[in-house]
């Protein structure tokens, strides 16, 4: 059931130079799992998000999720992996901004086969649930540029954990926030962790380290400890 | 929630775009049913007036008639062209023959004449004579009013350029061949052998030419006929009263000039129309490629502007495909409004123009005759199909984006 990443290599080039992300990297998490990975900019913590989520194919290495590797797959193939396992959240939000918040939350919905157990059928009725759960009932119908910060966060929380996904990837998911909802975010991923999905945060956020379970340091694009609690020394 | 709801939701956002582009289609489609629909006012317009043109070249040389003259069989053609009459004859009786018969209907009016051309001794000149009997009425027909007199005995009629030389005037005498005359009419100037010519009484000229009962030629006038071939229709008619003892020839060239200027009026419609007909043939494509080109770019500036979307949708598990078709229904949708627009607007203004053609408001087409249902589904089907080949390729660029770049550009 564990996201494994194993000798992950992943090279950019920018301006006519090769930019080494990622060296090597190998971790896993399990369902359930809350881990934080750590480290400064550039490291290459939000290379190590979009490899393990399917979004970027590593130069090396192998990601696989029950044994699959999911870069064996198709782009739609791994569409489809990523609409029904994972869920994303993004330090900007990146809400469509034409949709209001339940359509917001619902537009991932559409990445659910037509058949499916999770299908459109209740979607609605999850997504609902989803956003009084977290306190945006009476802004359902109002659209992305008429929400705080914080509210638009807490909608992208909702949209990742729509489909019921095994892993949430998060991105920097408090880099915009003020303390008050960067706590807030941070706790409801936690509570997401506790109810059995597994979630791997890239955080510059040291109070990431309080609600994680596992902390994971990157440097230069390797991965250096995986026991350590960060912060922690 | 449903794709289509993204896509409406989206439109009702850039309504802007939506617009321009739907427009743009509508411009196009506009200029193609506009052109289309006045090309058929203009048909139909050009149909009524070449066929009121047709009919009014048909009353007006009606009165021509068309004219036949009836000759011996045995006359050679070539020397009656050369001389303008015949040297043969034939009976005289020919022409009671036509006139009794039933079966003769093409003909309006019989007029027997023998032409000869003789020395006038007494004005030492040569000239043309002609003895005439005048309208030969049909025995089974109403009466009509002759188309011409009969030249009583003793009286003579004057073509006009002898009559100036000679300076006769009716009532004035002359004498020919020995025989006093009274100038009975004096023609105008025909700017032909007429004006040189003499006519007497048919009875006088067969006396004096020695050639009692004979005649050359029947002059057969105003002929009637519902075949194109008019000549063989009469012809067949008259060999069925005479028999192969006589041939038909047309007389005049009237019936011809009659003809040709219908064919030309018919012809000149038509060649007008074929101008204007290449004309838009020439400009509804031009008009189409343009607005597909600018609905593709508009696409193309439409993807651009949401790449941050297509990046998040695709992460959130969007497949390539769902993509393609969120940017394929916008643009089928730009297809059908910028139609529906395009051919109210077309046809409108098709409508308004073409009432203007017309002053008389009776003569202004109704919106039924101008109304075409092939090309109104022409433009419904059509239109949206091109819509979604201009939107292709930009959807699927869109379709092709890559999530992590945009994601991270973002």
Same mark, same amino acid.
């Given at each position: 059931?564990?996201?494994?990443?194993?000798?992950?290599?992943?090279?950019?080039?920018?301006?006519?130079?090769?930019?080494?992300?990622?060296?090597?990297?190998?971790?896993?998490?399990?369902?359930?799992?809350?881990?934080?990975? #750590?480290?400064?900019?550039?490291?290459?913590?939000?290379?190590?998000?979009?490899?393990?989520?399917?979004?970027?194919?590593?130069?090396?290495?192998?990601?696989?999720?029950?044994?699959?590797?999911?870069?064996?797959?198709?782009?739609?193939?791994?569409?489809?992996?990523?609409?029904?396992?994972?869920?994303?959240?993004?330090?900007?939000?990146?809400?469509?901004?034409?949709?209001?918040?339940?359509?917001?939350?619902?537009?991932?919905?559409?990445?659910?086969?037509?058949?499916?157990?999770?299908?459109?059928?209740?979607?609605?009725?999850?997504?609902?649930?989803?956003?009084?759960?977290?306190?945006?009932?009476?802004?359902?119908?109002?659209?992305?540029?008429?929400?705080?910060?914080?509210?638009?966060?807490?909608?992208?929380?909702?949209?990742?954990?729509?489909?019921?996904?095994?892993?949430?990837?998060?991105?920097?998911?408090?880099?915009?926030?003020?303390?008050?909802?960067?706590?807030?975010?941070?706790?409801?991923?936690?509570? #997401?962790?506790?109810?059995?999905?597994?979630?791997?945060?890239?955080?510059?956020?040291?109070?990431?380290?309080?609600?994680?379970?596992?902390?994971?340091?990157?440097?230069?694009?390797?991965?250096?400890?995986?026991?350590?609690?960060?912060?922690?020394? | 929630?449903?794709?289509?709801?993204?896509?409406?939701?989206?439109?009702?956002?850039?309504?802007?775009?939506?617009?321009?582009?739907?427009?743009?289609?509508?411009?196009?489609?506009?200029?193609?049913?506009?052109?289309?629909?006045?090309?058929?006012?203009? !048909?139909?317009?050009?149909?009524?007036?070449?066929?009121?043109?047709?009919?009014?070249? =048909?009353?007006?040389?009606?009165?021509?008639?068309?004219?036949?003259?009836?000759?011996?069989?045995?006359?050679?053609?070539?020397?009656?062209?050369?001389?303008?009459?015949?040297?043969?004859?034939?009976? !005289?009786?020919?022409?009671? &023959?036509?006139?009794?018969?039933?079966?003769?209907?093409? %003909?309006?009016?019989?007029?027997?004449?023998?032409?000869?051309?003789?020395?006038?001794?007494?004005?030492? =000149?040569?000239?043309?004579?002609?003895?005439? =009997?005048?309208?030969?009425?049909?025995?089974?027909?109403?009466?009509?009013?002759?188309?011409?007199?009969?030249?009583?005995?003793?009286?003579?009629?004057?073509?006009?350029?002898?009559?100036?030389?000679?300076?006769?005037?009716?009532?004035?005498?002359?004498?020919?061949?020995?025989?006093?005359?009274?100038?009975?009419?004096?023609?105008?100037?025909?700017?032909?052998?007429?004006?040189?010519?003499?006519?007497?009484?048919?009875?006088?000229?067969?006396?004096?030419?020695? $050639?009692?009962?004979?005649?050359?030629?029947?002059?057969?006038? !105003?002929?009637?006929?519902?075949?194109?071939?008019?000549?063989?229709?009469?012809?067949?008619?008259?060999?069925?009263?005479?028999?192969?003892?006589?041939?038909?020839?047309?007389?005049?060239?009237?019936?011809?000039?009659?003809?040709?200027?219908?064919?030309?009026?018919?012809?000149?419609?038509?060649?007008?129309?074929?101008?204007?007909? =290449? &004309?838009?043939?020439?400009?509804?494509?031009?008009?189409?490629?343009?607005?597909?080109?600018?609905?593709?770019?508009?696409?193309?500036?439409?993807?651009?502007?949401?790449?941050?979307?297509?990046?998040?949708?695709?992460?959130?598990?969007?497949?390539?495909?769902?993509?393609?078709?969120?940017?394929?229904?916008?643009?089928?949708?730009?297809?059908?409004?910028?139609?529906?627009?395009?051919?109210? %607007?077309?046809?409108?203004?098709?409508?308004? %123009?073409?009432?203007?053609?017309?002053?008389?408001?009776?003569?202004?087409?109704?919106?039924?005759?101008?109304?075409?249902?092939? $090309?109104?589904?022409?433009?419904?089907? $059509?239109?949206?199909?091109?819509?979604?080949?201009?939107?292709?390729?930009?959807?699927?660029?869109?379709?092709?984006?890559?999530?992590?770049?945009?994601?991270?550009?973002?």
């Amino acid at each position: 059931m564990a996201l494994k990443l194993e000798n992950v290599s992943k090279t950019y080039t920018r301006n006519g130079l090769d930019v080494l992300a990622l060296q090597e990297g190998s971790c896993s998490i399990e369902p359930g799992q809350f881990i934080a990975v #750590c480290g400064p900019s550039g490291c290459g913590k939000s290379t190590l998000l979009q490899v393990s989520g399917g979004l970027m194919r590593p130069d090396a290495g192998t990601v696989t999720l029950d044994d699959q590797d999911i870069y064996a797959l198709s782009a739609d193939e791994r569409a489809g992996f990523r609409g029904a396992s994972l869920g994303f959240v993004f330090q900007q939000f990146h809400l469509v901004p034409y949709l209001n918040v339940l359509e917001n939350v619902l537009v991932a919905s559409l990445a659910l086969p037509a058949k499916s157990p999770a299908s459109q059928r209740d979607a609605r009725d999850r997504g609902l649930a989803l956003i009084d759960r977290f306190g945006l009932r009476d802004r359902a119908f109002h659209r992305a540029a008429q929400l705080s910060t914080g509210e638009r966060q807490r909608v992208a929380l909702a949209r990742a954990l729509l489909n019921e996904p095994r892993f949430i990837l998060a991105d920097e998911p408090t880099g915009n926030l003020d303390e008050a909802n960067g706590e807030e975010v941070l706790r409801h991923l936690a509570e #997401c962790a506790e109810q059995g999905t597994g979630v791997l945060l890239v955080t510059h956020d040291a109070r990431a380290a309080e609600v994680a379970s596992r902390v994971v340091e990157m440097e230069a694009g390797s991965i250096r400890d995986e026991a350590m609690p960060w912060g922690v020394a | 929630m449903k794709l289509s709801h993204l896509v409406i939701q989206e439109i009702s956002h850039r309504r802007l775009n939506f617009l321009m582009a739907s427009l743009t289609i509508a411009v196009a489609v506009a200029c193609a049913v506009g052109v289309v629909t006045l090309l058929r006012g203009y !048909e139909i317009h050009t149909a009524a007036q070449v066929a009121a043109l047709d009919d009014e070249i =048909r009353k007006i040389t009606k009165k021509m008639g068309f004219n036949v003259l009836i000759l011996p069989r045995e006359l050679n053609l070539a020397e009656f062209f050369a001389d303008d009459f015949a040297d043969q004859t034939m009976p !005289e009786t020919h022409v009671d &023959l036509l006139a009794q018969s039933r079966d003769v209907m093409t %003909i309006q009016h019989l007029r027997p004449a023998l032409v000869r051309k003789i020395a006038w001794p007494e004005q030492n =000149r040569d000239i043309i004579m002609m003895g005439v =009997r005048g309208i030969v009425p049909f025995a089974h027909r109403k009466a009509k009013k002759p188309l011409a007199d009969p030249v009583p005995p003793g009286k003579i009629d004057v073509g006009h350029l002898l009559a100036r030389e000679l300076d006769l005037a009716p009532s004035s005498s002359l004498t020919l061949l020995g025989e006093s005359y009274e100038v009975n009419k004096v023609y105008p100037p025909r700017g032909n052998q007429d004006d040189i010519t003499v006519w007497i009484d048919l009875a006088q000229a067969q006396q004096i030419l020695g $050639l009692e009962g004979q005649i050359n030629m029947i002059q057969a006038l !105003e002929c009637n006929c519902a075949s194109i071939d008019r000549l063989a229709e009469i012809e067949s008619e008259v060999s069925a009263v005479l028999g192969d003892q006589v041939q038909v020839i047309e007389l005049a060239t009237t019936a011809i000039a009659r003809a040709q200027a219908r064919t030309r009026v018919s012809e000149a419609g038509a060649a007008t129309r074929n101008r204007v007909m =290449r &004309l838009a043939a020439m400009l509804i494509p031009m008009v189409i490629a343009g607005a597909v080109v600018i609905v593709g770019l508009l696409s193309l500036a439409n993807v651009r502007q949401r790449r941050p979307e297509i990046g998040i949708l695709r992460a959130v598990g969007l497949r390539s495909s769902q993509i393609l078709r969120v940017f394929l229904a916008k643009a089928a949708l730009v297809g059908v409004t910028g139609a529906v627009l395009g051919y109210v %607007i077309g046809f409108g203004v098709a409508v308004a %123009i073409q009432s203007q053609w017309s002053g008389d408001p009776t003569q202004q087409l109704g919106l039924a005759v101008l109304f075409i249902p092939v $090309l109104l589904l022409t433009v419904l089907l $059509l239109t949206p199909l091109l819509s979604v080949m201009a939107g292709w390729l930009p959807a699927l660029s869109a379709a092709a984006q890559d999530p992590a770049t945009i994601l991270h550009e973002e």
